[in-house]
């Protein structure tokens, strides 16, 4: 008796559970971010296991907009993995509890898994392939994963082209993992001396920018799709606002230039 309720329990779960993939209008498995008018700009969300990389400088909201992808996702009962190189665990918890969203429940559930790595470390398991992150990806089957920040990573090459290579192996891997992954590159977009960018740029399915600028009384954050392989993006620049409950992206597009 126990054994057929716990059964119609999972059936009623997996029918209840709405759909994290969906397709777009080309036919490509879209995964949406969770944020409405942004993934209206993107053709309903990523392509499906893609790498795509959001740019942008100190305090540019990357951290609560990655966040907000994974909690999009959770909310649904799918798995996730936040790897860091930078944030604490703790500190971090409390961060995004300011938004409203706890990330020790979702923990608790078996749905989040924070992990503090080492740029080193990553770089190790490109080398010998597997390690700490492909246990968890494979063994809790993870689908969606935040690399907060690349930068340090990106550092540890000298030159451009091993730069490149490491992104290539390192996306590489990703993809075959099955998993949608966003990664936060720390820069300011308007720097004509980027040190690490180029490299991971080429590499990447697409590239968010996202602007933190001064306009005449405080600063007003806007974001744009730079690239998006396989995707009729909009090539618009948009205000968005960090609220109580994460991003909001304004519904109309602005004109100004922020070369
Ligand atoms: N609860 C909140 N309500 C409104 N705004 C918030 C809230 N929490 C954070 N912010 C805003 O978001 C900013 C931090 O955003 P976030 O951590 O995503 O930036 P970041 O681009 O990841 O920065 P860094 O490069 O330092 O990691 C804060 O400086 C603040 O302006
Ligand atoms: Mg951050």
Redesign the pocket.
Known sequence: MKKVKKRTRMLVRKKVLPKVVGKSASGVDRVPVGIGEFDSLIGGGFVKDSTNLLV??????????ATQFLISAMQKGEKCLYVTFEEKKAQFYE?ML??GWDLKVYEEKGLFTFLEYTPIKVKTMLEEGGGTIESIILNKKIRRIVID?ITSFALLFEDELSQRAAALSLFGMIRDWDCTSLL?L?EEPFDKNKKTSRAIEFEVDSILV?YFVRDEKERQRYLEVLKMRGTNHSREVFPFS???NGIVVGKKSVSRAFE
């Open positions: 942008g400088g100190s305090g540019s909201g990357k951290t609560i907009f961060n300011s938004l920040s936060t720390e996202f960090v609220v109580k």
